[in-house]
């Protein structure tokens, strides 16, 4: 990592959010424990699929909310560190729109709406496999010290206003 | 059920909160998943326990934000339907205080705030097990038609002002 | 008002939104205070100005954080009042990411991303004259009984999935 | 001020709480053109109240969100700053419970829950006269640099857990 990196090219940047989440996913025991799997992953942006399974059930006999959360949330994770510099979830807020239930694929598509400091929001929106909305996520972002993949440059995180 | 309820007394209402658990646990998948185990439960309030194990981490080595919230959002759950009124989560807001780590014990305690009409507040602290709180979660409740014990009497849900 | 209405053409929901805010905006007298200016509004739209004046700001010599989230709100309000269908804020939740200062115009964009039942979901993002963002606002609304200029016909709100 | 301050007693916690009120108050015009009133201050708490005059109401005849919004902002501003430590709001949730009408008195009151580095969550309740809870609001406070009163000691912010 050098102190004042030359700005990323496009190409570059995809190649560097690409290789964020393959550094992240293998210790992303959860994400695995849940069967998450990638859809897509660029610069402040990732896709994330999953099969509400049986063990994924609340007492209503309905998906649980947290399972719906946790799939927003690793969309969430992997679309702001994609800069190769390590961020956290500093809060998060969630609006449940729609049931969803076993057997139904969820997608949780994430987009960062803003970058300022050491903060970004993000919006993550769950759909199922009829492109339903199921939960609307709006995460706030925290920018702690190092990087994802040591000794690899970071991505200037664009100064971006909401779309 | 009877369309107008005399009041509960105070060992009812408590008797209730114990059978609306009863009922749902086992149909709750997820919280039997991820071995989420009682500690309390009474009218508007429930206190859970989780040990964050292995498949519980994410790609920072740190407690997967989402297993905080299904935990959190576990406790919520059977607080709000204490009173044997079918009650689904609408909204909720989670502010990730501190990290937590495998093989520490987190408890989440769900305390009533408020109900007007169909919708309660209910604000749940999650801590490890030296007290330090990890994270602070508020949820919206929102009553739909039904009870969790079909024909069982329905706890009047208290006017209650927060504390 | 008619119980079954016909789907209103493009142009009468249009006619419909204008005239739902041509009712309320005499009576809403928060907003003259505050000398907010109409922009623009559409049906689940609304775009509304405020100039940041001398008796707007706080003990940090920067705009209010309230006055920022009334801004929000009032272009909150009239995106979810626009089908005739009386409707109030149940939530929300604002992300402040940049300051606003003293003499400078704030503009709220509002834009619905959901409707289910008699609840939806409107992202407002308020920017100043740079276009740079200010604040990130998502509202809930719950739709109550009445309608805004009785006896006109409502809207039927499309059962819409976020952008 | 002293870079390693001794910590405050009780009594001179208090004072700095005071004099940091008396040192935002008179710059925070929002608050003097609402006719806000102080209740109560100290570290970490303060209680205000603000009657709802004719131009605070919205195109509902209720007391405008916004505004209730603005009282429990200022409450929540003059809680965070109490410790002389220069403190900005980075997000706010409220919830909105029941209305409040025109010629009623409204109470914040403002509670930290927590602190952690330089961010603090604070819980507000608005309640109308008769003690009815009219709104519940949680804030997110960030530490920027320099402190209130420049040249005066700050207080140790203390590690607090939530109530």
């Not at 896709?47 to 309905?62: C, E, I, K, S, Y």
């Not at 719906?68 to 998060?92: E, G, M």
Request: aromatic residues 6%.
């Amino acid at each position: 990592m050098t102190d004042h990196p030359h700005p990323l090219s496009a190409e570059e940047a995809q190649a560097l959010a690409q290789a964020t989440f393959d550094a992240m996913w293998p210790r992303d025991r959860t994400a695995q424990a849940l069967e998450i799997r990638l859809i897509s992953i660029s610069p402040g942006r990732a896709t994330l699929a999953m099969l509400v399974r049986p063990d994924m059930v609340n007492g209503h006999h309905l998906c649980h909310g947290g399972m719906i959360f946790t799939l927003a949330d690793t969309a969430f994770a992997y679309s702001c560190n994609s800069y190769n510099k390590n961020t956290v979830a500093s809060a998060c807020h969630i609006d449940f729109l729609a049931p969803a239930r076993e057997g139904e694929t969820l997608q949780a598509e994430s987009i960062e709406q803003s970058q300022s400091g050491r903060t970004g929001v993000y919006d993550i929106t769950v759909r199922n496999q009829s492109g339903k909305t199921i939960a609307l996520f709006r995460g706030k972002s925290y920018r702690i010290q190092g990087e994802v993949i040591a000794g690899l440059q970071q991505a200037e995180v664009p100064a971006r206003t909401p779309l």
